[in-house]
């Protein structure tokens, strides 16, 4: 290799590891920007947004068209349902949309009935069915029970 060629070499190489230490202290490093979990060290602590979470403790089928679920929150937010969406194993589905439901809060427990109308399918007792409830921060949480 010529002087030249290696001195070029050493100026941009120099030039690039000199831009990334002046942006690792003068600018934002690309390790930032995350919740504090998820930060590397010394970036500035933001705390994490708040997250839902649900898990089915029961299940009861009470009629063809009528489904309770205990549902527990376990995350840290409150979490309230706007839809829901019923499959049966085979594929048909009955949606119920613009609802209203319940708020749940953090760590509680509550009943709520999923109700379908019957004409797409009934709830038919050692049949499979997949739950989906959809919350206000469009999150979906899913569950298959067993009627």
Request: glycine share 16%; with cysteine.
């Given at each position: 290799m010529k002087p030249l060629n290696i001195f070029l070499v050493v100026i941009v190489v120099g030039g690039v590891l000199g831009g990334l230490l002046m942006w690792e202290t003068v600018?934002?490093?690309p390790?930032?920007?995350?919740c504090y979990r998820y930060n590397a060290p010394g970036c500035p602590v933001i705390p994490c947004p708040g997250q839902d979470n649900l898990n089915v403790?029961?299940?009861?089928?009470?009629?063809p068209t009528n489904m309770t679920l205990n549902i527990r929150n376990v995350g840290s937010v409150s979490t309230t349902f706007n839809?829901?969406?019923v499959k049966?194993?085979?594929?048909?589905?009955?949606?119920?949309?613009?609802w209203s439901g319940p708020t749940l809060n953090p760590n509680s427990l509550l009943a709520i009935s999923i109700v379908i109308?019957?004409?797409?399918f009934t709830f038919q007792s050692k049949s499979s069915y997949t739950v989906t409830l959809v919350t206000a921060r469009n999150n979906l949480f899913s569950f298959t029970m067993t009627a």
């Open positions: 600018g934002p490093s390790l930032c920007g995350g403790e029961t299940s009861q089928v009470n009629s839809s829901y969406i049966d194993s085979v594929g048909n589905q009955y949606t119920k949309s613009n109308d019957g004409s797409a």
